[in-house]
């Protein structure tokens, strides 16, 4: 006899690092919050929805770069939350490995009882520090690096360094992509610098966003794409990204490198 689908039961409940309240939303999902911040949505009966925005964005470039469902993806999700865009992309390439981590054990452990998520080998959720699971790892031993990793509203600063990309840059086989999700506000200084230390280390970039983000009119999010294999102009993901409920804009080569006008992120010397 099939187990039975886990049941989410809406709160707030403690967590490693503080508090996570689930909700459930008007379209039937589940909304989950950690410490007051959005940052998971799931649809128990759609594997293949993804409310957020940028996780959308997202997708359409790795689909994309890998346009073959039966391509054997090998992810590393660096952040993970329910586990959102793991779950889409294990659904979209069945064939395709996930490991999420996570720094919260306890949210972890919520995700797995509150939802159906693929069990190991398909996803393995690995706790801990998203830059030392990154550094422990294996040379070439992945084709997609996607950081999502958040402390509030912005990104840990040692997951933004120049150093910290370079040992992402080691995680990726030739032609591998590496994404991140870049939160800012509106004066766009802190994605800029992120720009142009990923540029620093990867020999190309490319960045989707709502028009209206890369024009400084709201805060948000800025996903940066990039690699050291070709990431040439597409049309294809334009029409997919033009498509979108929330329609973005995609920047590439000379233009993608020019918005990258902020200073290169280095890790702070030990004392």
């Known amino acids: 006899m099939a187990a039975s689908r886990p049941t989410p039961e809406a709160g707030v409940f403690d967590i490693s690092t503080g508090t996570a309240e689930l909700v459930h939303s008007m379209d039937g999902g589940w909304l989950l919050s950690v410490n007051g911040a959005q940052s998971s949505h799931i649809d ?20 994309d770069h890998y346009p073959d469902p039966a391509t054997p993806l090998r992810v590393l999700h660096l952040g993970a939350a329910a586990c959102a865009l793991p779950r889409h992309l294990a659904h979209r390439y069945p064939q395709s490995r996930h490991v999420a981590v996570e720094i919260d054990a306890e949210l972890t452990r919520l995700a797995r009882e509150w939802f159906d998520l693929p069990r190991a080998p ?30 509030a509203s912005l990104t840990p600063r040692h997951l933004t360094t120049v150093e910290f990309t370079r040992a992402v840059q ?102």
Do not use: H
């Open 44 to 63: 128990p009966d759609r594997p293949d929805a993804l409310d957020f925005e940028y996780m959308r964005q997202a997708a359409a470039a790795i689909a």
């Open 122 to 151: 398909r996803l393995r959720i690995r706790v801990g520090d998203a830059r030392e699971v990154t550094e422990s790892l294996r040379e070439r031993t992945r084709d997609v690096v996607m950081r999502d990793a958040f402390s």
């Open 170 to 271: 080691r995680l990726l086989v030739p032609g591998g992509l590496y994404i991140a999700n870049c939160g800012d506000r509106r004066d766009l200084a802190s994605v800029r610098s992120e720009v142009s230390t990923i540029a620093d280390v990867f020999a190309n970039v490319e960045l989707i966003s709502d028009p209206s983000m890369f024009k400084g009119r709201r805060s948000g999010n800025i996903v940066v794409v990039a690699g050291d294999g070709p990431l040439p102009d597409s049309a294809r993901l334009e029409r997919a990204l033009r498509a979108d409920p929330e329609p973005s804009r995609l920047v590439t080569g000379r233009d993608a490198i020019a918005f990258g006008s902020g200073q290169i992120r280095r890790d702070v010397p030990a004392v």
